[in-house]
């Protein structure tokens, strides 16, 4: 695992109970969590864990991002889920003692903070707010998956691309003047293909094809911008 180097956030606990998942938890058990943390910055493409590992850590990203992912041994990956700030990865495992299930690896260049597996369970068992915390996450977790599955099983390739495109816009997209539009970086046509589980030749195809349609707009760039009434369809249809 090859670390650059340690460093704790002056502000760490701030940090930490800013994130999601630690809201309605006490300040005085984010401390405690805190005081847990060992704190690295990792470079781009940095294997953190591989699917199989016993349940060691607990990997929080702080600042980038990281992805989960299954391969075969040919080395064809599927994207399992992007982890932003506040991502939590190692928690299936710790809490059933049993290996990890999928890898993770960081995208660009981030900051994460590791638990000790066993010590992140037993911060769990005394604090009621991180008991209610860690049922929210995981029930985040199992929708996230099933969503992805019946994606797999009952959309076509152009479909899922799609889909994926206003996910990342919904979750990374800054609005335009206006208000009528919202634009964000694309990720590579090898990330995207990743993540909807095809190749990068069919991903370039079809984001040919939807340039041609009003379902976005692209300039020569990676910028895309999609307009606002496409997140508020997608968000009526998922019930958010």
Known sequence: MALTKRH???D??????????????RKSDVEALAALALCH??????????RGDPAGSIFLVLAGRMKVI??????REVILSILAPGGLFGI?????????PAQAVTLERSKIARFNAGSFVRWT???AGARGALVRELTRQVR????????HALMSTRDRLLSTLLEIADEEGEPEPGG????????????LANRIGTSREVVSRLLAELRDTDAFEADEGRVIRVPMSALVLRDEGSGA
């Open 180 to 191: 009528t539009q919202v634009a964000f970086k694309r990720p590579t046509h090898r990330e």
């Open 92 to 100: 299936t495992a710790a809490f059933d003692d049993g290996v990890q």
């Open 8 to 10: 704790r956030p002056t």
């Open 144 to 151: 996230e998956l099933t969503h992805k599955i019946g994606e």
């Open 41 to 50: 910055d990792y470079p781009k493409n940095n294997i953190l864990s591989y």
């Open 12 to 25: 760490l606990v701030g940090t930490i109970g800013g994130f999601p998942f630690f809201k309605g938890v």
């Open 70 to 75: 299954l391969t075969n041994d040919e080395g």
């Open 125 to 127: 068992e005394a604090s």
